[in-house]
C-alpha cells in the first residue's frame, strides 16, 4: 500500500477561501483505497467551525525549532468521510477569523506549518512515500526534506510533487528577511534555488526540489511555460518541463447533481431541464427581487472579484452588457472597486442586476441552476471549476478561452453544430461583449440550438473518476 500525504492551507470541508480547498478535499475521497493510504495535513486553524473542532483528538505536542525561534506544535488528529486529517496546533501563528493575512506573518505562519508538518511524521509514526504539497504555502516541504530532515532514515527516499494551482501566488520576500523567518543558509537562495531577481521565493524552491511538479489543466501546464503566464517562473518551468505536467481537476459529482440537490428549488436532469430548470430562474427572481420573468436571458457570475477573474473587461463594457433583455446576477467578494462597480449596476437597475456580494454555498447552487448562462472571462485561469459546475447544471459557460477554460468548454460551432459553450481568444471587452451578443441570439433566436448546447454541456463529464486515475498514475510511478 503506497502511503501518501496531502499537505495543504486550505481543505473542505474545515477551510475554504477558494478552488484549491474544493481539490484539496475531494481528490482523496476518489483515489482508491486499497492502493493508497492517503492522509491530509493541514494548520489548525482558530476560525474553523466548532462542530468540526470538537471532534478533533489531541494526540501529541513538542518543540521545534525554526531558525531562531523555538516554538510548540500540538498534533490533533479526525476523521472526515473516512480520511484522516492531522491538524498542525499554534495558536500564535493559526489565531484570527481568516487563514491568511499579511504577507509577512503568512511567510513565517507557513514556513512554521510546513516544518511542523515534516517533523511530526517520524512522532505520530506515518511515514509516506509520497508528500503531495499544494501552492506556495507548502512550497518549503520539498526545500526543508532535502535541507534538514534528509540525515535521519525515517525520510529516506521519501517523494514529493508539488501542484501548482495558481502561479501568481509564490510567497516572496527579500533574501535576508527570508533567511530570518525559515533558517536557511545562502545556499538556498540563488537564481537556482529558491533566489529570484534579488529575493527568496517559496513556491520556486517547492518546484525546484519537488520530484515533479503538477498543476491543474493542460492549457496551463504549457502556458506557464511562457512568458505572459510564467509570473516570473518561465524559465524554470521549462527546465522543469520533463517533471512537470496537467491534470485537469473534476468536481464532486454528488453535491454539484441538479438531480438531487437539496439547495435548489426544482429538481431537473438531462431529460426535463427544458421545463424544470427554469423554475429555479423564476424562483431565484423572486429571491432576488429581479423582474419575474423566465423567458429573460440571465447571466451569472460566482466568482472571487479579483483582476485575475477578467472583471475589468466586465467593468469596460458592463452598461452594454446589462442591457434591457439581461439578468446580471453576481456572487462573490473581492476588491472594492468591483464590489462597488456591481453594487453600483444593482442600483441603477434594479430589476435587473442583483450584487451579493458575500459568499453563500447555498445560493451559489441556486445561480447555477437558474442562469442560463454563465461568465467567466478570466485573465489567466489554471483550471476553473465554476464552469465545470454550469455544463453540470445546464448553465452555458461563456468564458475566455485560457487554461483550464479552454480545456474543459468547446466552443459553439453553429455550423457543425457542435460545442458545450461559448469562447472567445483575446483578452478584449468588445470581443467578450460580441461573444455575450451572439450567445444571447442563439437564447432568445435559435432556441433549439440553445438546448442542443445544454444537452452536450450536460452530458460531458468533469467528475473526479477519471483525473484521479491520472493522479493515481502519478504515485504508481515514483
Ligand atoms: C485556483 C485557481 C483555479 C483552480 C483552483 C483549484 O483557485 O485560480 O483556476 O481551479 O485553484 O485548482
Known amino acids: 500500500m503506497k502511503k501518501v500525504l496531502f499537505v495543504a492551507s486550505e481543505c473542505v470541508p474545515l477551510v475554504k477561501t ?53 516554538q510548540y506544535v500540538g498534533i490533533f488528529e479526525t476523521v472526515i468521510d473516512g480520511i484522516t486529517f492531522y491538524l498542525i496546533d499554534n495558536e500564535y501563528y493559526f489565531a484570527g477569523d481568516k487563514p491568511y493575512g499579511q504577507i509577512y506573518d503568512d ?56 501542484t501548482i494551482h495558481n502561479l501568481k501566488f509564490q510567497g516572496i520576500a527579500g533574501i535576508e528577511t527570508m533567511k530570518n523567518i525559515t533558517g536557511l543558509t545562502d545556499y ?41 503566464y510564467g509570473e516570473g517562473l518561465d524559465g524554470i518551468m521549462n527546465w522543469k518541463s520533463n517533471w512537470l505536467c496537467g491534470i485537469v481537476n473534476g468536481i464532486d459529482y454528488e453535491e454539484y447533481n441538479p438531480e438531487t440537490d437539496p439547495l435548489i428549488v426544482k429538481n431537473y436532469n438531462a431529460e426535463n431541464f427544458r421545463k424544470e430548470k427554469k423554475k429555479n430562474k423564476k424562483a431565484l427572481q423572486q429571491e432576488l427581487g429581479l423582474e419575474v420573468d423566465d423567458k429573460k436571458f440571465m447571466i ?19 452598461e452594454e452588457i446589462c442591457a434591457e433583455d439581461v439578468q446580471l446576477v453576481v456572487l462573490g467578494t473581492g476588491e472594492e472597486k468591483y464590489e462597488n462597480l456591481f453594487k453600483h449596476y444593482a442600483w441603477k437597475y434594479g430589476d435587473r442586476v442583483s450584487a451579493n456580494i458575500f459568499y453563500s454555498n447555498e445560493r ?51 455550423y457543425e453544430g457542435t460545442g458545450t459553450g461559448f469562447g472567445f ?13 451572439y450567445a444571447k441570439d442563439v437564447y432568445y433566436n435559435h432556441k433549439r440550438e ?15 473518476p477519471a483525473s484521479a486515475k491520472k493522479y493515481e498514475e502519478l504515485y504508481r510511478s515514483m
Open 188 to 228: 538556498f537562495f540563488t537564481g537556482d534555488k529558491l533566489g529570484m531577481y534579488g529575493d527568496g521565493n517559496y513556491l520556486k524552491g517547492g518546484i525546484v526540489y519537488a520530484d515533479y511538479v503538477t498543476t491543474v489543466s493542460d492549457s496551463y501546464a504549457e502556458e506557464i511555460k511562457t512568458p505572459f
Open 107 to 162: 511567510l513565517e505562519k507557513f514556513a512554521f506549518f510546513s516544518r511542523a508538518c515534516l517533523s511530526a511524521l517520524p512522532i505520530i509514526g506515518f511515514q509516506p512515500d509520497i508528500i503531495h504539497c499544494h501552492d506556495w504555502q507548502t512550497g518549503l516541504i520539498p526545500v526543508y526534506l532535502h535541507d534538514s530532515f534528509q540525515g535521519d532514515e525515517f525520510f529516506w527516499g521519501m517523494k514529493t510533487i508539488m
Open 425 to 437: 481568444m483575446n483578452y478584449n471587452a468588445h470581443e467578450m461583449l460580441r461573444i455575450i451578443r
Open 450 to 464: 440553445w438546448n442542443k448546447i445544454v444537452d452536450r454541456g450536460m452530458a460531458v463529464d468533469f467528475s473526479w
Open 364 to 414: 451559489s447552487h441556486r445561480i447555477y441552476a437558474a442562469c442560463d448562462a454563465f461568465l467567466m472571462p478570466s485573465l489567466f485561469e489554471p483550471c476553473g471549476l465554476s464552469q465545470l459546475m454550469s455544463l453540470r447544471y445546464g448553465t452555458v459557460p461563456i468564458v475566455r478561452e485560457t487554461g483550464g477554460l479552454r480545456d474543459t468548454v468547446e466552443p459553439y460551432n453553429e
Open 18 to 70: 477558494g478552488g484549491l480547498a474544493d481539490v484539496v478535499g475531494s481528490l482523496p475521497k476518489y483515489l482508491n483505497k486499497d492502493e493508497f493510504d492517503v492522509r491530509i495535513m493541514l494548520p489548525k486553524y482558530m476560525m474553523i467551525s466548532e462542530k468540526y473542532k470538537e471532534n478533533m483528538q489531541y494526540k501529541t505536542h513538542f518543540q521545534m525549532d525554526l531558525s531562531w525561534r523555538s
Open 300 to 318: 451569472g457570475i460566482v466568482s472571487r472579484l479579483t483582476d485575475q477573474k477578467g472583471l475589468d473587461l466586465i467593468d469596460c463594457v458592463i
